[in-house]
């Protein structure tokens, strides 16, 4: 898969994703399995198949698309400093 680049992150999508992150985590009591939001993506990643986490990583998804001020995709990511999306 390749991941074609939005645009570069800046400060304030920094911090919005910091406030949506412990939001998040609160709502869900993930406070024990993450101390911030790339940590929380990663863990969803990987445990997306487990019934208790299955739904929370396109909450998640929709969070940061949120804070971030972007359209919906549940294909979203950020690496090296820039907001992009997996295309195939």
């Not at 399995?33 to 445990?47: H, I, R, S, T």
Request: aromatic share 14%; net charge positive.
């Amino acid at each position: 898969m390749a991941i074609s680049t939005i645009r570069k992150v800046t400060d304030l999508d920094s911090s919005r994703l910091d406030a949506a992150f412990e939001r998040f985590v609160a709502r869900h009591k993930l406070s024990d399995q993450a101390d911030c939001w790339q940590e929380l993506n990663n863990f969803l990643e990987f445990y997306k198949n487990e019934p208790r986490y299955s739904g929370l990583l396109l909450a998640w998804k929709r969070v940061m698309c949120r804070a971030l001020r972007e359209h919906y995709s549940r294909n979203i990511t950020i690496g090296y400093g820039y907001v992009g999306h997996y295309v195939d």
